[in-house]
Nanobody, 124 residues
């Protein structure tokens, strides 16, 4: 049974930064491409960023605009999302997901395992 556990969310003012973390348990982490998605109230879940199994290739949504950076540490079964210059529109529940033997897709239906999510809220 694979479990993904996110942490690092919270209240943040516009222009601030947060670093989200996702730890994979019960998985051979190196087999998984990993992604971050978010869902704001009343909206559909949307792609944020993804990273291939070995970390060499990344993909970002257009709205990230060089503000966010995804990275992974395979020795620690962890994927990170560094978020800078946060905007009120970034308020959402952020979830990580794993794609078995995948290629860091931007599509939710390609992912096999999901975490419960961590809330990021603008406090401005």
């Amino acid at each position: 049974q694979v479990e993904l556990v996110e942490s690092g969310g919270g209240l943040v003012q516009a222009g601030g930064s947060l670093r989200l973390s996702c730890v994979a348990r019960g998985a051979t982490f190196i087999r998984y491409a990993m992604g971050w998605f978010r869902q704001a109230p009343g909206k559909e879940r949307e792609f944020v960023a993804s990273i291939e199994k070995n970390g060499d290739s990344t993909r970002y949504a257009d709205f990230v605009k060089d503000r966010f950076t995804i990275s992974r540490d395979n020795a620690k079964n962890t994927v990170l999302l560094q978020m800078n210059s946060l905007e009120p529109e970034d308020t959402a529940v952020y979830s990580c997901a794993g794609e078995i033997e995948g290629s860091s897709s931007s599509r939710t239906l390609d992912y096999d395992f999901w975490g419960q999510g961590t809330q990021v809220t603008d406090s401005s």
